[in-house]
Every structure is written in structure tokens, then in C-alpha cells.
């Protein structure tokens, strides 16, 4: 992933949102099979701001999809998966 973001840094154009939604993404599912959560709640949460700022005409119930997946990858911090059935239930 270091190899990732120095070629996205060195590049002498910003990359394409929709490749930063791509990198976004498969980067949250690495670190959540990681079990590092609050690296994958921040990975989202650039998520849904590239999302948020990027679309014009984004519908309310799109915007309520993505905040219910960021504030559930929020909760997955203070609680434990293996012993609380909520957050079992929840991912």
C-alpha cells in the first residue's frame, strides 16, 4: 500500500476520483481483514468526502447510506467484535 501512495503522490497530476474511490475502497477492505478499524473508518470517511464532493446531484437517500456505513465503521472502534453480537451483527 506505501508503494500505492507514493506513486499516487508522485505523480505529477491529481489522480482521477474515480480512482480514488477505487484505492479507497480495496484500501478499507485491507485494513479491516487487518483488524485495523480506525485506519478503515478513515479510509471511508475520505470515501464519502470524495463521493460528497464529487457528485452534484447526490440524492438524500445515497448520502444516508454512506454516513450509516461510516458511522458503523465508527462504532467498530469502541467495542470489541468477538464478544459484543451488535457489531457481529453489523458488519
Not at 482521477?16 to 474511490?21: D, I, N, T
Request: hydrophobic share 40%.
Amino acid at each position: 500500500m506505501e508503494d500505492i501512495h507514493s506513486l499516487i503522490v508522485l505523480a505529477k497530476k491529481p489522480p482521477r476520483p474515480s480512482l480514488m474511490a477505487n484505492y479507497l475502497q480495496k484500501f478499507g477492505l485491507v485494513l479491516y481483514k487487518s483488524d485495523n478499524f480506525m485506519f478503515h473508518a478513515c479510509a471511508w470517511h475520505r470515501l464519502f468526502h470524495l463521493y460528497r464532493e464529487q457528485r452534484k446531484s447526490v440524492s438524500e437517500h445515497e448520502l444516508q447510506k454512506y454516513a450509516a456505513r461510516l458511522l458503523t465503521d465508527w462504532s467498530l472502534l469502541y467495542c470489541d467484535i468477538d464478544t459484543c453480537d451488535t457489531c457481529r451483527q453489523q458488519v
